[in-house]
């Protein structure tokens, strides 16, 4: 039902954070697809594409270094359909690819690949923040490891988050939600998750 809750929430525009409180957050509905709108399940779909794509390009340009097209394609298809089996985000996946390519890059180009894991390391944790908040918080540690494992730590730290910053405030406005709301989706998915591990 919250799957199904997601989806409806974000249609009747509701606000995250102030009228729905939850881990998940407007984006949570990529995590799980659902047909109970047009544009929630067109938003839905588009996400888990993407995410996908992602997992599938990273994948295949790590194996690259190592083993020839066919099989790298192979073990691509079997690793990723694994984690897709699994249902849940491979955000993770995708972002310790992300610090596996930066930190495996030649000397030569380690700015350049520090750079590039600082911009789309920003993207990925700020909507991994918007799909569900504990998974953001995690996929931002890894991206931080990462940055902090190359060349110029505090420059690309910087600008890791304030793409991250930059991501979150736009896409959170893009899905239609008041960027007032936005410390109160933090606040209260922080209490929740919280609670959660007081209750275990």
């Known amino acids: 039902s919250w799957r199904v809750g997601l989806s409806l929430a974000l249609a009747r525009g509701l606000v995250f ?11 949570g509905l ?3 697809p659902r047909a109970v709108t047009g544009g929630t399940l067109t938003l839905a779909l588009a996400g888990a594409a993407a995410m996908q794509l992602a997992l599938v390009a990273i994948a295949l340009h790590v194996l690259r270094r190592r083993f020839s097209w066919p099989i790298a394609a192979l ?42 894991l600082a911009l789309a390391g920003g993207v990925l944790v700020g909507l991994a923040l918007l799909v569900k908040l504990n998974d953001g918080v995690g996929t931002a540690a890894i991206v931080a490891v990462g940055l902090l494992g190359g060349v110029s730590r505090r420059r690309h730290l910087a600008i890791g988050a304030v793409t991250l910053v930059l991501t979150t405030t736009l896409a959170w406005l893009a899905i239609g939600q008041p960027i007032g709301a936005l410390p109160d989706y933090f606040r209260t998915g922080i209490s929740i998750v919280q609670g959660y591990v007081d209750a275990m």
């Open 75 to 116: 073990v691509t298809l079997l690793g990723v359909s694994i984690v897709i089996w699994a249902g849940v985000p491979p955000l993770d996946e995708i972002a310790f690819g992300l610090v596996a390519i930066a930190l495996t890059t030649p000397p030569a180009r380690a700015r350049q690949a520090a750079r590039t």
């Open 30 to 32: 990529v995590s799980a």
């Open 17 to 27: 954070g102030r009228q729905i409180v939850f881990t998940f957050g407007p984006l």
